[in-house]
């Protein structure tokens, strides 16, 4: 499931029902647009936030999770990433 913030920044309004089997026109297509958004998420959204992560002072987020995963939600960015995430930022370090 992709998260609002991201669907909002895709470049193609998304169908919800992509994926599942109450929906059959143009279902190749639409399955394709979420397949498409989900790169997007991988290939660019997710290692721009983890370079711009990498390049804050850690004492900055030091203390509070809670910005960061609110930065996340703010990209687009599900929870279930952060361990791509941080594997990223050490690969920019």
Same mark, same amino acid.
């Given at each position: 499931?992709?998260?609002?913030?991201?669907?909002?920044r895709?470049?193609?309004?998304l169908?919800?029902?992509?994926?599942t089997?109450?929906?059959?026109?143009?279902? $190749?297509?639409?399955d394709?647009? @979420?397949?498409?958004?989900?790169?997007?998420?991988?290939?660019?959204? =997710?290692?721009? #936030?983890?370079?711009r992560?990498?390049?804050?002072p850690?004492?900055?987020?030091?203390?509070s999770?809670?910005?960061?995963i609110? $930065?996340?939600?703010?990209?687009? @960015?599900?929870?279930y990433?952060?361990?791509?995430?941080?594997?990223? =930022?050490?690969? #920019?370090?």
């Amino acid at each position: 499931m992709l998260r609002p913030e991201l669907v909002r920044r895709f470049k193609l309004p998304l169908n919800s029902d992509a994926f599942t089997s109450f929906y059959t026109h143009n279902k $190749e297509i639409d399955d394709k647009e @979420v397949e498409d958004a989900t790169r997007f998420l991988l290939s660019e959204v =997710v290692p721009e #936030f983890a370079q711009r992560l990498g390049r804050m002072p850690v004492l900055m987020y030091r203390d509070s999770s809670i910005g960061i995963i609110e $930065e996340m939600h703010r990209e687009g @960015v599900r929870i279930y990433l952060a361990a791509f995430i941080l594997v990223m =930022v050490n690969f #920019f370090i």
